[in-house]
């Protein structure tokens, strides 16, 4: 009984660890951005505790490092992954610092906005796992940056709630896309019987918002996997 007492008040009195929303944990908050030439190195640690004003994410240099200090949380054999907007970059470089002073990087170019897309307009990057020891830093390099949409949509999220979210929301914007695709459908035959012009206005309408719908959702992938990025916002 004792023991089990002990037990107790040490479970009440220890620090729970901060472990992720289920929504993810927003970046932004936590970033701190510096500008530096194309191909430059990770400026260092001191970036954690400078140029942390959000105005710093303005895609002002060929090459924006941001990085977060995430050394408070407890993501110790963690299979997370990194989102956000992809809008139009060049490549993007993800490097991840773990507490026993092992670094690893991973880089990737635009394509990854098709093998990794979200039915949420976002694209999704693994993060460098390392067993055993909690993450301390996650950097993110983006070369050729657009829009600082790239860096303010920043979400760390645990891989499979992320997966599990992306089945459900592709299959109602599956649904979506077929309930407005099926007006198309009546057009044509309307047309045929009719031989009214505004039939075909309004299918070129609804064939607008249809493209519209797929590119911004993502699902356009699924039937054009080798689109390039910057298409999707012409």
């Known amino acids: 009984m004792p023991t089990f007492l002990a037990f107790l008040i040490l479970m009440i009195a220890a620090p729970a660890a ?31 505790h400078t140029n942390c004003d959000r105005r710093d994410l303005q895609p002002s240099s060929p090459r924006v490092w941001a990085a977060a200090d995430l050394s408070n949380l407890d993501l110790t054999d963690e299979s997370l992954v990194l989102t956000f907007d992809p809008v139009v970059f060049d490549a993007v470089e993800l490097r991840a610092a773990y507490a026993d002073g092992t670094v690893l990087t991973r880089r990737y170019d635009s394509a990854l906005s098709a093998s990794h897309w979200l039915p949420i307009s976002r694209t999704w990057l693994p993060v460098p796992r390392h067993a055993g020891s909690p993450l301390a830093t996650l950097a993110v390099a983006v070369d050729g940056p657009r829009s600082r949409d790239t860096f303010e949509t920043l979400v760390l999220r645990e891989r499979s709630t992320l997966l599990a979210a992306k089945m459900s929301r592709s299959l109602q914007f599956a649904a979506l896309l077929m309930v407005m695709a099926l007006p198309i459908f009546y057009n044509v035959v309307f047309f045929a019987v009719l031989r009214e012009r505004f039939v075909l206005w309004h299918s070129v309408l609804l064939g607008s918002a249809f493209v519209y719908t797929a590119s911004s959702t993502g699902m356009i992938y699924l039937a054009l996997p080798q689109l390039a990025l910057w298409l999707r916002w012409v």
Do not use: K, Y
Not at 19 to 28: C, F, N, S, T
Not at 35 to 45: C, K, L, R, V
């Open 18 to 48: 901060a472990q992720l929303p289920p929504d993810g944990l927003a970046m932004v908050g936590r970033l701190c951005a510096s500008g530096t030439s194309e191909g430059g190195a990770f400026p260092g640690d001191p970036l954690l």
